[in-house]
Each structure stands twice: as C-alpha cells, then as structure tokens.
C-alpha cells in the first residue's frame, strides 16, 4: 500500500507590487488587471487599491496572513501620499487626524500631515487634471482600516477632494523603490 502524506506548510508567499494607475486589482476579467504584470499563481491580494489609485500591493498565497493584512480588526496602518485639490488647511489635517464621520460611520483617527510633494514621485499617465486658479497640495495620511475609497472619501469631507493617491507602506512593508508596474517576491 502506498501512503501519501501531505506536504509541510511551506512559508507563505508575500509579494510587493507597485499597481499602476488605472490597473485592476484582480487577476481575472476585462481590462488592466494584476495579471498583465504577476506570473506567479495562486497568489491574492491582501486588500485592494481601486482602479485610481497607485502604490504598493502585497499578494500572498496564505489566506489566513492575507486576512491579517487587510482586516481592520488587526490594525494593520497603510500609509498613503494624497494629492489634493486646493491647498489643504491645518484645520483640515486636525479634522482626519480627529476621525470623519462618513455614510457609513465613523473612521479611526488618522495620523495626517502636509508635506511637499514627494521627489520619488513618478509621472503619473494620464496625468492629474490641472485648474490654472486652483493650485494642489500633498499629504502623508495613515489609516488602520480598509473601507472602500476611504481616504478619497475623507478628503472630501474635509473639502479637498483626492486628485492622486499612492499607498506607500502596508504595515511592515514599504514601497521604498520598487519600480512602476514591477513586483519583489519578498
């Protein structure tokens, strides 16, 4: 009789990805999808930016780390470059840094504060629409949770809708200098 045993759990695969604006976060279906830039399979991700937003991605083949990774039960912090339409206030950055009550409750304090924008940055195609009167800022903003467009939401809120928004640090892990469209097995 032959026996065969099941194979040990091997260490879980964690991968970081630099998502283009305008690519799906999703490896099947119409469109710009992870798949155009990832050839390694079965792997997910562990949240989601939406089709506007760019930034680091991590993918993994363990469901129970990718569970860890994206629900806000865990308070994971993923911290995000936001450019925004106006130049933003300090009573604004007090607002986010307070929590925002939204359609769908309150959010988290957020850690929030303007910066310049970033020298690392990339171009972004196609590029942001650009007001002759109405100039743009930059803020560094921190949230533990995961809600669907939640940053592009709280911006609203306190007056200064999202143009260009980057996550830079999921967690322990950091874009630093990965490449546009590349990924790092990690």
């Not at 760019?54 to 860890?68: A, F, P, R």
């Not at 310049?116 to 560094?140: C, G, H, Y």
Request: hydrophobic share 40%.
């Amino acid at each position: 009789m032959l026996l065969l045993l099941a194979p040990s759990k091997c260490m879980a695969k964690i991968i970081a990805f630099n998502k283009p604006f305008g690519t799906l976060c999703q490896f099947s279906g119409e469109g710009n999808t992870l798949a155009k830039y990832i050839d390694i399979a079965n792997i997910y991700p562990a949240g989601r930016l939406d089709k506007d937003s760019e930034g680091l991605v991590i993918l993994t083949d363990d469901g129970k780390l990718q569970n860890q990774i994206s629900s806000p039960k865990f308070n994971k912090s993923k911290i995000y470059v936001v450019q925004v339409d106006g130049e933003i206030t300090n009573e604004a950055v007090q607002q986010l840094s307070k929590g925002i009550t939204l359609n769908d409750g309150s959010t988290r304090p957020a850690k929030a504060k303007i910066i310049a924008q970033p020298e690392w940055l990339w171009p972004r195609v196609p590029p942001i629409r650009q007001r002759k009167n109405i100039p743009t800022s930059w803020l560094q903003l921190s949230i533990s949770e995961g809600r669907n467009r939640q940053v592009r939401r709280m911006t609203a809120h306190v007056g200064f809708p999202t143009l260009r928004l980057i996550r830079t640090q999921v967690g322990e892990w950091q874009l630093n200098n990965l490449k546009l469209g590349s990924y790092v097995v990690l």
